[in-house]
């Protein structure tokens, strides 16, 4: 596949489709607001993994929330419920923060498949060390629906909005896993040890706390190019993306990667002189990790293929997940 055709595969992704349904959201909460776009503006702006509340000491509440799709808790809803803990506790180490507990809200027609999901949950819960603390729930529901929303810590912010031109674009992800069938999901966590997970996450608040990284995003239904471009945009910078460097188990076919949710998977944007150490804490762990690209000021994202390179993305043209949040900075969309 060429890089022009691999461009037109993930513009036609789900998971882009998914992500550019943000705008939308984005751009009528703007509206809403006395204001308009402009009081989007916050600690950390709409657009960023959780919300980060100052807390009046020098850090940060962290609140987040993730829904789960409906076809997978249908088909799946064991997996569903851990999911829906491990993806929370994921977006909360992506801020460079520290779980402390979860609530969910979920529907069922009675326990089924209500049971399989708390059953889930309470497994990643243990798992991941974060107390289920609240909820809500209806047994009389007609179709299955789970969110579950997170509250955390941090000491230092890991955002959204930190890249800047020259950085060197990391992906880290554990390829210590396999595909749950039929879905895009990449399980490195149901069966690995909890103590290891637990300190792989790690890696990531002490990054944000040792100054050797301030920008980052944990990868989502997007994919790898998806949450890179998520991070891009929000720092009003481009990339050029060398996806022959994303790493990438034995025998997975890229395009399956590129569209695949990791179960610990994470992008950043980092200084040249701290390169070395960060690929070092990863690799200390076993976590596959390598550099996949080099930011640029042009708000561009390119990919290089096979030898070959393509544009994927201009933001100055189209925005990917919120005009909102460019016109909240005064950049045309």
Not at 181 to 204: H, K, Q, V
Not at 238 to 250: K, Q, S, T
Not at 280 to 300: H, K, L, N, P, S
Request: hydrophobic share 45%; aromatic share 8%; proline share 6%.
């Amino acid at each position: 596949m060429s890089a022009e055709h691999l461009c037109n595969f993930l513009r036609d992704s789900r998971g882009f489709a998914h992500k550019r349904d943000i705008s939308d959201i984005v751009t009528a909460l703007g509206a809403a607001l006395p204001g308009g776009s402009a009081a989007l503006a916050q600690a950390v702006p709409v657009g960023d993994d959780c919300a980060a509340i100052p807390d009046g000491q020098g850090g940060y509440l962290l609140l987040a929330i993730e829904g789960l799709v409906e076809d997978f808790i249908t088909r799946m809803p064991w997996f569903a419920g851990y999911c829906s803990v491990m993806v929370n506790v994921s977006d909360i180490y992506a801020m460079g923060g520290r779980p402390t507990a979860v609530v969910n809200a979920l529907w069922s027609q009675g326990m089924d498949p209500a049971g399989a999901m708390l059953q889930g949950m309470a497994r990643a819960s243990q798992t991941y060390g974060v107390p289920i603390v609240g909820g809500h729930s209806n047994n009389r529901s007609e179709r299955p629906q789970l969110a579950v929303a997170i509250l955390g810590q941090a000491k230092a912010l890991l955002t959204s909005f930190n890249a800047y031109p020259g950085d060197k674009l990391v992906m880290a992800m554990d390829l210590r896993g396999a595909f749950e069938e039929p879905f895009p999901y990449w399980n490195a966590s149901t069966t690995a040890p909890a103590a290891r997970l637990r300190g792989d996450l790690e890696l990531l608040p002490r990054l944000a706390e040792d100054r050797l990284c301030d920008a980052g995003k944990d990868i989502s239904m997007a994919g790898a190019v998806g949450t890179a471009m998520m991070l891009l945009e929000c720092s009003q910078v481009g990339a050029i993306i060398d996806v022959d460097a994303i790493p990438r188990p034995d025998g997975v076919p890229l395009q399956r990667w590129l569209t695949a949710f990791p179960s610990y998977g994470f992008v950043l944007s980092v200084r040249p002189q701290h390169l070395g150490e960060v690929l070092t804490r990863f690799a200390v762990r076993d976590i596959a990790c390598g550099v996949v690209g080099e930011v640029t000021a042009r708000r561009q994202v390119h990919l290089r293929h096979g030898g070959n390179q393509a544009l994927l993305w201009d933001f100055a043209e189209q925005a990917f997940i919120g005009e909102a949040i460019d016109e909240a900075y005064g950049v045309p969309a």
